[in-house]
Structure formats: structure tokens, C-alpha cells
């Protein structure tokens, strides 16, 4: 492992920093984004996204072909980085970006890469990610929706649930139920499907953070050109995995920059006055939870590189992943916790940091749910890491 940068890393860095510093806009002041259509929060988010493209930061690691930047893994993290340093706005097309891209990279044929990549990384098309169903979630090769062949099309009949970002997407990545006589894991097909075509309903579901980010969305005789099918007929289940893989690998890149921020900000308000009382971090328990936390992300830090180098070994991410998202799930949900204890009942104000330190608390509830579960992570680092043999 030599994380030491080489010159053309130090000088990405340097370069993005720079573009930064001339092109991120003011942080958004408005309040939590409304359910469904194009508000003013998305047209912000949609807007900085087209610029990171527009500059030539889309796609890092992704193929110039692609509208990718043809850049390194290494540079992508450090992108990651710099991007959660900066405090820069979230990255609306983050599904697109971090999970269906990569897989039609990994999967799609030449006419899907043409027609779909681009739009991917400029924000031109949004998309989501129609895996879970009520009845599977962790057991996802379970899933019942199905598609049944009519022609050249696939007509489509089903449900799925907590479907993030539906009611903006233009496009989803569907699991469906192509074969019922086969085992579960065989008959399971993978289409790029039009969330505007006739038949799709989306309905917004409420978290408990107070967003609605994730929907029901329901499938009626929805008809999908069989020239979206990605990957093999029946063969879903490999392009299943690795969309899931690049989401693990994915979506935790940035996240050490992003929680040293919260924590330096927790350390600064325990450091400082409260009326008629000591400072908070003059209480051993805070110091020594405070001083806990700081070791934690300090771990966190050394396994991204870990997982990191793996990456760059062999190109695909690969169970490791399991680990970080275990670990930054969990240690978002220690500090939050910690963070209202050492802060105090005000915190759970809005007024208090503009309602920050309660909304992660309750956001960070679903972080050890989405993109597969504490328990899920543990078996695949049981099985896939430690080669233990399957529970029974
Ligand atoms: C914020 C958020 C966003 C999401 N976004 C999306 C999205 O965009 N697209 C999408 O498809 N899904 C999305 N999901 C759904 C998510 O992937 C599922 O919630 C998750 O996979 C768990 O499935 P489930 O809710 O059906 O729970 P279940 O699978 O029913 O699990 C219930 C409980 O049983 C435990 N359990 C289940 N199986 C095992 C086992 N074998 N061993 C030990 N314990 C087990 C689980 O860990 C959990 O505690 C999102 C979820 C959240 C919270």
C-alpha cells in the first residue's frame, strides 16, 4: 500500500481545488427537499451537477468515450475527497454515478454505453434503483415482479419499495422475475426501463428525518423494448451483484473527509462556554467518547486506503466492500448518538446549527439499512472475506 501521491495526483488535486475555489456555488439555505417535481433544491443540485461535467469533472474513472475523464481509481477517491472536504453539494445523480454506470460499463452493450452514459454524468438523466420489494429486501432473489416476454418487448407487472429517487428519475434499473420455474438466483433479468412509460406509478414514502427521498413505485403492464435487457435473459443475478458491490464501494468514498468535518465541529462545540456551567469537554466521559470517535475514523480512514489499493489490484470491487459500509454506517450512528449527549436537548432543535446535528441523527438510523443491512454485511464478510461456511 503507497499512498504517497505521485506527481500527477498532487497535481489533480491542486487542479480541482483550484477549479473549486472558482466554481462551487453557496451552500443551499432552503429548507428539506419537497416530494415529487423539480423544486428549487433539485434544479440547484441538477445545476452543479451539469457544472462538475460541463468542467470535466464528470466520471472520473469513467472512459473518455463515455464523457468520462479516463482518470485513475486513485484520483477518482481523491475527487471523492476533495468534494466532501469542500463541502461541496451532494451529487444528485449519485445512483446513476455510483451504481448504474458502472454496471452497464460492466454489462451493457455498445448502443446501451452510448445511449445511456453521458446523460449519467451531466445530470441529463436521473436515475433509480427498483430492487427491493416488500417481500425482498435481503433475501433479494426473492423478488416477484415480473416480466413476460411479448415480442420484442418485456411487459412488466409488480412492485418495488424504498425506491430512492423514483419521483425525479427519468430511468430505473429494474430487477425482475423473468423464469418462475427456475431457482431464484437463475430466473432474474435486469432492464434499463423509462420511468415515464405508461403504467408506472410512483408514490413518495415519508422518512422519519422528515425527507422524502424514496417512494413505492408500482409496475402495470408496463412495456420495456427488449433491447434494454442488461446483460443476459435469466442472468440478472451477476449484474444484480455487481450493481450492489459498486454501491458498497461507492457510496462510502468521501464519507472520512465528510464525518472528520462533523466531528472537529462536535469537538470545537464541547471545547466551548455554556452558561453557568463547565465546558463539556472538561467531563472525562465526553473526553473519552470524543477521543474514541476520533480513533474510529482514524480506522475508517486506514481501510478506505486498504480497500482502495485492493480496487486498484483488481479493477472490480470486490466483498471487502462489505466492510466499510458496515464500519461508516455504524460509526455515523456512534457519533450522532454521542453528539446529541455531549450537545444536550437543544440540539434536537431546528434552530440549533439549522437542525443539522438532529437531522443526521435520524438519518443516519438508515445507514446501516440501505445498500444491505448491518446483519446482511456480517454474512458476507462471514462467508466471502473469512471463507466461514454459509449459517444454517
Ligand atoms: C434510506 C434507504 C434508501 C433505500 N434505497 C433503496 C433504493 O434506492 N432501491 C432499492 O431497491 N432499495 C432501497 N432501500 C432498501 C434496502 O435495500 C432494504 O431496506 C434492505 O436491503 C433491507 O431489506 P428489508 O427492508 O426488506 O428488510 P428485511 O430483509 O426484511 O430485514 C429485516 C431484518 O432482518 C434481518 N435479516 C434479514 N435477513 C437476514 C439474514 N440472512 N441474517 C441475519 N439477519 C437478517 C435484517 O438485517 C433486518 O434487520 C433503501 C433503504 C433505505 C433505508
Not at 451539469?50 to 475527487?79: H, M, V
Not at 445511456?116 to 433479494?140: M, R, V
Not at 446529541?340 to 434536537?348: S, V
Request: hydrophobic share 40%; aromatic share 8%.
Amino acid at each position: 500500500m503507497d499512498l504517497k501521491p505521485t506527481p500527477q495526483e498532487q497535481a489533480f488535486r491542486d487542479e480541482l481545488r483550484q477549479w473549486l475555489a472558482a466554481n462551487q456555488p453557496p451552500p443551499w439555505s432552503g429548507a428539506t427537499q419537497e416530494a415529487g417535481g423539480k423544486d428549487a433544491h433539485t434544479e440547484y443540485l441538477l445545476a452543479w451537477q451539469r457544472k462538475l461535467y460541463d468542467g470535466g469533472w464528470g466520471g472520473i474513472a469513467w472512459p473518455k468515450q463515455y464523457g468520462g475523464r479516463g482518470a485513475s481509481l486513485i484520483e477518482q477517491a481523491i475527487f471523492q475527497e476533495e468534494l466532501a472536504a469542500a463541502d461541496a453539494p451532494e451529487v444528485i445523480g449519485v445512483i446513476g454515478i455510483a451504481l448504474v454506470g458502472p454496471t452497464i460499463i460492466a454489462a451493457g452493450t455498445e448502443q446501451q454505453k452510448n445511449k445511456y452514459l453521458s446523460k449519467i454524468l451531466s445530470g441529463e438523466e436521473i436515475w433509480c434503483q427498483g430492487f427491493s420489494e416488500p417481500n425482498a429486501g435481503s433475501d433479494l432473489a426473492s423478488l416477484g415482479t415480473r416480466a413476460v416476454r411479448d415480442g420484442d418487448h418485456f411487459v412488466v407487472n409488480g412492485q418495488k419499495i424504498w425506491t430512492s429517487f423514483a419521483h425525479l428519475a427519468h430511468r430505473c434499473l429494474l430487477l425482475t422475475r423473468t423464469d418462475t420455474a427456475a431457482a431464484k438466483h437463475k430466473g432474474i433479468t435486469c432492464l434499463l426501463v423509462d420511468m415515464h412509460s405508461p403504467g408506472i406509478e410512483v408514490r413518495p414514502l415519508r422518512m422519519m428525518s422528515g425527507d422524502s427521498a424514496f417512494n413505492e413505485v408500482f409496475f402495470t403492464d408496463v412495456r420495456v423494448p427488449a433491447e434494454e435487457v442488461l446483460g443476459e435473459v435469466n442472468g440478472g443475478w451477476p449484474v444484480a451483484i455487481t450493481a450492489l458491490a459498486n454501491e458498497r464501494a461507492n457510496l462510502g468514498a468521501g464519507l472520512y473527509a465528510m464525518f472528520k468535518r462533523s466531528l472537529d465541529a462536535l469537538i470545537e462545540r464541547a471545547k466551548g462556554p455554556r452558561p453557568g456551567r463547565k465546558p463539556a469537554a472538561t467531563n472525562p466521559l465526553v473526553r473519552q467518547k470524543l477521543a474514541q470517535l476520533y480513533l474510529e475514523l482514524e480506522i475508517l480512514r486506514l481501510n478506505g486506503n486498504r480497500a482502495l489499493t485492493k480496487l486498484m489490484k483488481t479493477g472490480m470491487p470486490g466483498p471487502e466492500g462489505s466492510i466499510q459500509k458496515l464500519f461508516w454506517s455504524e460509526y455515523n450512528q456512534r457519533m450522532t448518538q454521542a453528539a446529541l449527549e455531549i450537545l444536550g436537548p437543544a440540539a434536537q432543535l431546528n434552530e440549533f446549527d439549522g437542525g443539522a446535528w438532529a437531522y443526521q441523527y435520524l438519518r443516519s438510523r438508515g445507514n446501516t439499512i440501505e445498500a444491505g443491512t448491518s446483519e446482511v454485511q456480517r454474512n458476507i464478510i462471514a462467508q466471502r472475506v473469512l471463507g466461514l461456511p454459509r449459517s444454517y
